[in-house]
C-alpha cells in the first residue's frame, strides 16, 4: 500500500502586516521529501502519529511536505503552492491513501480556504482515494473540506497537547475504511458564533463542558470522532466562527444528532467566548501587589506571535517597569537589530537600545513605537532548541540569533524569529530558571499552559495591551466574515 503523508499548517491572521512568505516557512522548519520523514518521525504531532501507523502496516510512505509557520498575514500564492504543488505531484504519482497534517485556518493571497482548496485540488487528481485529515481546535471549518475528504477530526486540547493522538485516532479510522471495517459518513454545521481564542482554554468554560460532550460522543457505539472547533476570528473571511463536524460509522442520523446536540450547548454559551477587558495600569497594579512566591505569570496577550502578532510591541513591557515590578523574565521580543547590537557589544557589556516598535499595525491605526532600555547583555546563543513537552514534543525550534538583556530588574528574551512560549526551553536554552523568577511576562495567550502552568505558583493575569491579536473587537475592521454573527452583531436566534 502507497500511502501520502504531508502537513502543511498556517494559522492566518489577516490583520497582522508580518510577511508569509516560504522564507518564514523554511525559518521554522520545513521540509521537502524525504526531509519532511527524518524531522518529524518520532515526534508528538499528527504527521509523527501517521508515520508510526503507516510503518506498522508495512506501508510504501511518501512524505512530500511537512511545511509550518508561525501565525502571521496571508499566506503568498507562490508559498501556498510550493506546499500544495508538491503534495498535488505526489498524489498524482499514485496512492492508496492520504493523510493530511492541516490547521484549518490558512487564508492565502488568492483564495480564503486555504485547506479547502488543497482538498479541491485533490479530489480533482484522486476522487476516489480516501483521505483523513487533522486540524486545529481554531480551524474555521468549511464545506469545501469537508466535501473533499473521507475523515476530518480536530484537536480537544488547547494547549494543543493530543496532537498525536487525535492524528492516530483519525489514522486508524482512515485504515480501517480501507480494511472495509467501516464507512465513514460526516455531518458538520457552524454557527454565527465569532469566538475569541482567549476564552477558548480547555480547562475552563465554556469550552471545557463541549470537549467533554465530544468524548462522552465518542463512546457511542457508531461514532468514529466528534470534534467541536473555536475557529479563530482573527482570520477575517466568510467562514470564521465555532463549528462542530461528527464522523460515524454509516450512520447520517447519529451524526447529526450529536452534532445538533453541541452546536445548541456552545450557541446556549455565546456570552462566554467573549472576552472583558479591564485597564492595563489597573492590572500591573495589582500584579504588583500580589504576596506569592512565584512565578506569578502575566500575559501580554494582544501581542501573541501565536495568532499573528508582531511580537515588538512594547506597551505592556513599558508599564511593567513604570510600575516598578522587580525579578521578572520576558519571553521574548521579536528585535533582530536588537540582537545584532547585543552582539557587537558582547556578553557582559552594557548596552542602550531602541528595543522592539520597528514594525507599524495599519490594521489598527497603530505606528511601532521602540522603548528605549539600557541593560546588560548577559546571553548570546543561536536559539535552536528542542521541546521536551508537553506540547510540539521532539521538535527542534529555531529562534534564530538570540540575546538576553538584564536591565537589573527584568531579563528580556530578545529573538530574531517569532516563538510563542508555550514551553520553557524558551528560558532554560539562555541561561534562565523561570521557576525561581517572582514573576514571567510571556507574549502568549493560552498556549503557554502547556510549559508553565506546572511551575506557575502565583495566578495568571491577562494585560490588555496593544497588538493586533487584540481581544476588542471595536479595534478590528471586518470586511469579509459572514453577518450577521455574534458578538460584531447582537442575535439571539442562530
Known amino acids: 500500500m502507497r500511502v501520502v ?22 525559518g521554522w522548519g520545513s521540509y521537502l521529501g524525504d526531509e519532511a520523514r527524518a524531522a518529524y518521525e518520532g ?44 503534495i498535488i505531484d505526489a498524489v498524482k504519482d499514485g496512492c492508496d491513501a492520504i493523510l493530511l497534517d492541516l490547521h484549518g485556518a490558512m487564508v492565502a493571497a488568492h483564495d480564503f480556504d486555504g485547506e479547502g482548496l488543497l482538498l479541491e485540488r485533490i479530489r480533482a487528481v484522486a476522487p476516489d482515494t480516501p483521505i483523513a485529515v487533522t486540524c486545529d481546535l481554531h480551524c474555521n471549518l468549511t464545506s469545501r473540506m469537508v466535501d473533499n ?30 480494511d472495509g471495517k467501516v464507512q465513514p459518513v460526516q455531518r458538520w454545521a457552524n454557527l454565527p458564533l465569532l469566538s475569541q481564542t482567549l476564552r477558548q482554554g480547555t480547562d475552563d ?6 470537549i467533554a460532550m465530544c468524548r462522552a460522543a465518542e463512546q457511542r457505539p457508531g461514532v468514529l470522532a466528534a470534534t467541536v472547533f473555536g475557529g479563530f476570528a482573527l482570520a ?25 446536540e453541541i452546536l445548541a450547548a456552545a450557541w446556549a454559551q455565546k456570552e462566554d467566548f467573549i472576552y472583558e477587558h479591564h485597564p492595563l495600569e489597573d492590572a500591573v497594579a495589582e500584579a504588583k501587589e500580589m504576596q506569592q512566591d512565584g512565578p506569578i505569570i502575566l500575559l501580554d496577550h494582544a501581542d501573541n506571535v501565536g495568532s499573528g502578532a508582531t511580537q515588538d510591541v512594547m506597551t505592556v513591557i513599558a508599564e511593567v517597569l513604570r510600575q516598578g515590578l522587580e525579578d521578572i523574565a520576558v519571553a521574548a521580543v521579536y528585535d533582530p537589530e536588537a540582537v545584532q547590537q547585543m552582539q557587537q557589544a ?31 547583555v548577559k546571553t548570546l546563543t543561536d536559539g535552536e532548541w528542542i521541546c521536551r513537552g508537553p506540547m510540539y514534543t521532539g521538535v527542534t525550534v529555531r529562534m534564530g540569533p538570540t540575546a538576553v538583556l538584564d536591565t537589573g530588574n527584568m531579563q528580556i528574551v530578545i529573538v530574531s524569529q517569532h516563538h510563542e512560549p508555550w514551553d520553557t526551553g524558551v528560558f532554560t536554552s539562555v541561561g534562565i530558571q523561570p521557576e525561581h523568577k517572582k514573576y514571567l511576562l510571556l507574549k502568549s495567550r493560552i498556549h503557554y499552559r502547556a510549559g508553565f502552568a506546572p511551575i506557575g505558583k502565583g495566578p495568571h493575569i491577562t494585560l490588555d495591551g496593544v497588538g493586533v491579536t487584540t481581544s476588542d473587537n471595536t479595534l478590528l475592521d471586518y470586511q469579509h466574515v459572514r453577518r450577521p454573527i455574534y458578538p460584531l452583531d447582537l442575535i439571539n436566534e442562530r
Open 5 to 26: 503523508i504531508a502537513m502543511m499548517k498556517h494559522e492566518t491572521n489577516t490583520f497582522s502586516p508580518v510577511v508569509t512568505d516560504w522564507a518564514r516557512f523554511t
Open 43 to 86: 515526534t508528538a504531532m499528527p504527521f509523527g502519529a501517521y508515520l508510526e501507523l503507516a510503518e506498522a502496516r508495512g506501508c510504501e510512505i511518501v512524505t512530500p511536505v511537512a511545511a509550518e509557520a508561525m501565525p502571521s498575514g496571508k499566506v503568498e500564492e507562490d508559498a501556498y503552492e510550493i506546499m500544495a504543488g508538491a
Open 149 to 178: 475528504c473521507t475523515a476530518l477530526i480536530g484537536y480537544k486540547t488547547y494547549p494543543h497537547v493530543d496532537m498525536y493522538e487525535v492524528g492516530k485516532q483519525i489514522g486508524a479510522v482512515l485504515f480501517d475504511h480501507l
Open 205 to 210: 468554560e465554556p469550552m471545557k463542558s463541549l
Open 236 to 260: 477575517d473571511m466568510p467562514d470564521s466562527g465555532t463549528s462542530v463536524i461528527i464522523v460515524t460509522d454509516n450512520d447520517a442520523a447519529l451524526a447529526e444528532e450529536v452534532r445538533d
Open 346 to 376: 558582547g556578553i557582559g557589556n552594557t548596552v542602550t537600545l531602541r528595543l522592539g516598535g520597528k514594525a507599524d499595525m495599519p490594521s489598527i491605526g497603530r505606528e511601532g513605537a521602540p522603548l528605549e532600555v539600557t541593560g546588560k
